[in-house]
């Protein structure tokens, strides 16, 4: 009896042994610096799954990224009016899909990258999770809207809608949610967060120096400072306020100018950021000294918000 037990136990451990394992498929986050997206390898992925991949049947990879269809079709054509319309309001969007013939991290040589490895179960999930991003005609067919904007790519209408704070970016890590990876798509507004998160649970192929949580703590410290000693002066609400629509516009403007292919000094960029940091920290300071003397709730409201945003600030790049 105990020999026969013991056989079994050896047949059973011998079929565990024996048995397939299946493969892990390595996918990529890359970062264009405002935006977001995934790579994923085409020849496990199931055209059931997936039907809007077919067309790029033969290709290694393809690159697919979600966002407003406005801006993001917009072309030389972007301009503020489009942006702001994309994050105030719900707007169509689309996917772009592009097929990648070289290795990743040489056909995105100036982007960052991140690799992953999922398991079978974990890469199907996430093919599903995007194969349901993709809306269907009358034929269960995805829909095709023509040439996208770099290589060999294509526009798909897609299903939901953009507006702050459903962006690209947060699109891409609620794909990583779904397969199993424990991300928190809510805070991921920013490119460098997603590259973050995603970073956690792969490895970093190409990183790009960002702003540290020290600078944007620095800023905020400095601003808040510099309103407690203007506490005393009238409208001290109203300027911090203009200052920091102003630097948004500021920071909008280069984005834009970046994304259409114009010259943008780098400081530009920096000089913004710092100045919509300490903007935002000043409205804070503003907003709480206001408190002190008579409480309104529209000074709590303007409080909170610019307290969240600096949160998000802090949050890990």
């Known amino acids: 009896m105990e020999i026969r037990i013991l056989s079994i136990l050896i047949c059973i451990v011998l079929l565990l042994l024996l048995a397939p394992v299946g493969k892990a498929e390595r996918i990529y986050v890359v970062s264009h610096g405002w935006h977001t997206g995934l790579v994923i390898p085409l020849e496990p992925v199931d055209e059931d799954v997936c039907p809007g991949l077919r067309m790029f049947e033969g290709w290694p990879f393809a690159e697919i990224g979600w966002g407003d269809e406005g801006f993001y079709r917009g072309g030389d054509s972007i301009s503020l009016t489009v942006a702001l319309k994309a994050v105030a309001t719900p707007t169509p969007t689309v996917l772009h899909v592009v097929g990648v013939s070289s290795p990743v991290e040489e056909f995105f040589s100036q982007s960052e990258v991140v690799a992953i490895d999922l398991e079978p179960e974990s890469f199907t999930a996430l093919c599903q999770f995007v194969g349901a991003t993709f809306e269907s005609d009358a034929d269960r067919m995805p829909m095709d809207l023509g040439s996208g904007i770099y290589g060999a790519s294509r526009f798909f209408r ?30 991921g507004i920013r490119a460098e967060n ?25 800023a905020a410290v400095v601003a808040a400072g510099l309103a407690v000693m203007l506490r005393r002066k009238k409208r001290l609400t109203l300027i911090v306020w203009a200052v920091l629509i102003f630097s948004i516009l500021c920071v909008a403007a280069a984005t834009i100018a970046q994304i259409n292919q114009m010259d943008v000094p780098v400081w530009l960029f920096s000089w913004a950021g710092w100045q919509c940091w300490g903007a935002v920290a000043m409205v804070a300071a503003a907003h709480a000294i206001a408190l002190r003397e008579k409480f309104r709730v529209r000074h709590v409201i303007a409080l909170f918000v610019a307290i969240v945003v600096i949160v998000i600030g802090l949050s890990p790049l």
């Not at 990583?176 to 991300?183: D, H, N, R």
């Open 158 to 187: 897609a299903r939901g809608s953009y507006y702050f704070p459903e962006t690209c970016n947060v699109w891409t890590l609620r794909a990583l949610k779904s397969a199993g990876l424990p991300v928190v798509p809510v805070v």
């Open 194 to 218: 997603v590259i973050a998160q995603a970073a956690a649970h792969g490895e970093s192929i190409r990183r790009f120096p960002g702003r540290s949580r020290l600078s944007v703590l620095v």
